[in-house]
Nanobody, 127 residues
Framework: QLQLVESGGGSVQPGGTLRLSCAASGFTLAPYSVGWFRQAPGKEREGVATITRRDGKTDYADSVKGRFTISRDNAKNMVYLQMDNLKTEDSAVYYC????????????????????WGPGTLVTVSS
C-alpha cells in the first residue's frame, strides 16, 4: 500500500525559502498524480500545487503562483515543493497526497478520491 511522508518544514522569516520533500514507499509513485495541500489553524485544508502522473503538468493556487514550484522525480519516488518568497500567510501544516487520476489540478481536487496522505510537515513564517 502506498505511503507518503513529508519533510523539509521549519521556521523562516518572511521572504525566506524552504524546499519540501514527499517520499513514497510501499508502491511506486509513478501511477499517481500528486498534490501539495496545507492547513492553517482554524482553516480548512486547501490545495496549493498539483502535478499529473503522466505528463507532469503542474497547477497552482492563485495565492502561490510565481512563488511555489512543484516537481517530481519518479526514479526516486519523490515529489518536491520549492517555496520561495514565503509570506506569513503561508504558515501551515503542509501535506502531500496521491490521486489516481491522470487529470489532476487545483480545480478538480476531490478529497474523496485521494488514495494516500502524508502526516504533514509544519511550516512557520514569522518575523
Amino acid at each position: 500500500q502506498l505511503q507518503l511522508v513529508e519533510s523539509g518544514g521549519g521556521s523562516v522569516q518572511p521572504g525566506g525559502t524552504l524546499r519540501l520533500s514527499c517520499a513514497a514507499s510501499g508502491f511506486t509513485l509513478a501511477p499517481y498524480s500528486v498534490g501539495w495541500f496545507r492547513q492553517a489553524p482554524g482553516k480548512e485544508r486547501e490545495g496549493v500545487a498539483t502535478i499529473t502522473r503522466r505528463d507532469g503538468k503542474t497547477d497552482y493556487a492563485d495565492s502561490v503562483k510565481g512563488r511555489f514550484t512543484i516537481s517530481r522525480d519518479n526514479a526516486k519516488n519523490m515529489v518536491y515543493l520549492q517555496m520561495d518568497n514565503l509570506k506569513t500567510e503561508d504558515s501551515a501544516v503542509y501535506y502531500c497526497a496521491a490521486d489516481p487520476r491522470s487529470l489532476f489540478s487545483i480545480a478538480t481536487i476531490d478529497f474523496k478520491l485521494i488514495e494516500a496522505w502524508g502526516p504533514g510537515t509544519l511550516v512557520t513564517v514569522s518575523s
